[in-house]
Each structure stands twice: as C-alpha cells, then as structure tokens.
Nanobody, 127 residues
Framework: VQLQASGGGLVQAGGSLRLSCAAS????????MGWFRQAPGKEREFVAAINGNGDSTYYADSVKGRFTISRDNTKNTDYLQMNNLKPEDTAVYYC?????????????????????WGQGTQVTVSS
C-alpha cells in the first residue's frame, strides 16, 4: 500500500483545512487509517483514526470537537477535516494504514501498529 497525503498549507488561527490521504491498491477497506502529526523537536503523536468500514473513530483529546476523520472506500481515500485551527496544531501531518485488531483507543494511537505511512504534509497555523 502506498499512501499520498495532501492538503496542507498555511492558515490563520480559526481557519480550516482538509487533508486527504490517497491509497494505492484494491484492499483499502481492509485497513484502519490513522493520522499522526509531528511538530519540530517533538515526538510524532496520534491525532485520529478510523476503522476499515468507517463506522468507528477515535481522536486525541487535543483535537476532539475540532477535527473529523472520514473515508471514502470507493475512492481509496481518507480525510481529516480540521476546523478552528490553533497555532499549536502546526506540524507535519502523516497518514498511516494498518491491519490490526481490536480497533480501540489503546491500540490505534500506537505508531507501530501501522504498517504503511505517507510522506507527510505541512500544516502551519499563524496566530
């Protein structure tokens, strides 16, 4: 599986962006998808995850209520809609794919459960 993240950019605080992650292959629906982010000098951290058929999601507390993860299995793409962006959301955002079970918060937030990673897209939020 190859992943291509896009949609990053520069936005003012309070603004919105939608990130996309396009996947190759015909088995996209069998993969749980996650978004992680890494700010300069910090560890890569979990942002959001969605299961294969899209009926279960998890979010980091820092983005809950502002970000929404979704997927379109007919287009082999998942999305991260980011609203009310804050300067602390500035980071490189990575999409990831993994086939793991169970789909629960203690699992989805662990980077090592994801087998494939996109190249990252920069999100910069100015104050």
């Amino acid at each position: 599986v190859q992943l291509q993240a896009s949609g990053g950019g520069l936005v003012q605080a309070g603004g919105s962006l939608r990130l996309s992650c396009a996947a190759s292959g015909r088995t996209f629906s069998t993969y749980n998808m996650g978004w992680f982010r890494q700010a300069p000098g910090k560890e890569r951290e979990f942002v959001a995850a969605i299961n294969g058929n899209g009926d279960s999601t998890y979010y980091a507390d820092s983005v809950k209520g502002r970000f929404t993860i979704s997927r379109d299995n007919t287009k082999n793409t998942d999305y991260l809609q980011m609203n009310n962006l804050k300067p602390e959301d500035t980071a490189v955002y990575y999409c990831a794919a993994g086939q793991f079970f169970p789909f629960q918060i203690t699992v989805v937030m662990v980077r090592t459960f994801y087998s494939y990673w996109g190249q990252g897209t920069q999100v910069t939020v100015s104050s």
